[in-house]
């Protein structure tokens, strides 16, 4: 059983690490006096990024439900955060990858050109959803029926081996 | 009880020790062979009386361990057996009263008779209750809707505890249910920040470019420093306002989103605004790095007539944005009580798995 304490922990880490990427989308092009600035915040916002797709992977492996093998019942509940955490993740490598080449030599330059900007729009748009689909799954994951025995469970269970 | 009275026995043998007849001995022959029946208990044919006194209790507390569910500690299979050697007790009691005057030639058969009715629970009054430990049964029994129904005395126990101690309470849904509440008060407070802001904004520029545009210079050299970081608040405004607004929605709920967008729901139009204004908003990055580095810029970056051209389309977009995000807050304002993420977490304990515990209620 998952604990009140633990679990709260858990959740404020992973609200951390969402405030962290939110703030660095918001204002990592304000600061771009030298490129080793922004190397250092896309690098941490990529950790950060797979830090939390890791715990919250963990906190999937943690549960009950996984535990007696009805992984399929988790993934139908969480498939979209993990592709969106995917895509996400992938974008923003993209992206930062991108903008870093262009910025290297010369920070305080313009470097925009359409497929930056489109990637730029789409990166943007995927750390929305990012944003709500990790934070209602963080939420979701305080259910205690995922950490115990229950009736419908056992339902499930016996629907699964059928 | 038996065990009691056979104690009360001990108590009184023990004060007329060495002053029965006879016929005592006689009755406590006959028990002596009732208890040979034993086969835990192959007595020696004239042990000590303190030995036998500890064989006795080494039996009744065998006995006990082997009933541990009997209420009391009484064995019900006894209960026959003991009900005799009891009241003839009581008769050899009055006996012995009546014989006190006899000599007491007889000792040894008299601690026999001591040791026969020693009991293991010390010497109480008669009318106190019993020292026995009760051991409650799993269930009680509960008067609901005029009927008596069981109830698991643990589940019961539980809830009392949760009733007596309000930390108990405190669960991780609950905490989940604390962040997503003041999430929901940082998302309310970004909606209006939000539409105070883009208004704010598209005044401050439509003011800068003056009347049908004709001071875009102005606009340039006054607005360059705020371009960037405006577009960056705004960015985090509406990425806020945006997460709120699904979390009202409950746009993970693919049926219930839709749902809403159907039948028009607040919530899901504010979701609809915000998230085309974010849209529109981020494609407006590249104009806004171009602004920012205006007073850095070469001929190819602003090439001299081009400002209407460029700012134009930016002016407009802001505009939209802003009465995107004006129109969202209104929307959102008119239910700012709708939220179906919170429902759904409220609900989420109940709703379609009931839990095990639930189904151990067995009527009656």
Redesign the interface.
Known sequence: M?Q?GN??LV?LIQ?TLLAYD?FV???S??LRGAPVIQLVLFIMQDIAILFNVIIILLMLFNTYVFQVGLVSLLLERFR?LLIISALYLTLSICFHCWALNLRWFQS???I?TDGL?AL??FQ??A??LY???Y??T????????LY?????LRNIFTRARQ | MPMVKSKKKKSKKEATDGEEGGEVEVEVTSRRRSDSRDPLTPEPLDPAPQKKKKKKRAQTIDLEAEHPDVPNGDMVELEGEESAPVTRKTKRKKKAKATEQFSNDLEAEDDDIITDASSPIPQQSLFSAPHGHSQPVGKVFVERNRRFQAERIEHRRHSEDEYMDPRQIWTTRDVAMKVHSSFRVLGLFSHGFLAGYAVWNIIVVYVLAGEQMTTLQNLLQQYHLLAYPAQSLLYLLLVLSTVSAFDRVNLAKASMALRGFVTLDPAALASFLYFIALILSLSQQMTSDRINLYPTANETLWPPGSEQQILRPWMVVNLVVAILVGLAWAVVSTRPDIDYTEEFLVTMEVEGYPRAEDNLDIPA
């Open positions: 998952l009140t679990f709260s959740l609200l939110l989308n918001s204002f092009e304000l979209a305080n330059r313009f925009w900007q730029f729009v943007r748009t750390a929305v944003y709500y689909f934070k209602r963080a939420e979701c994951m305080g259910d205690p029926r115990e025995d229950s009736l419908w």
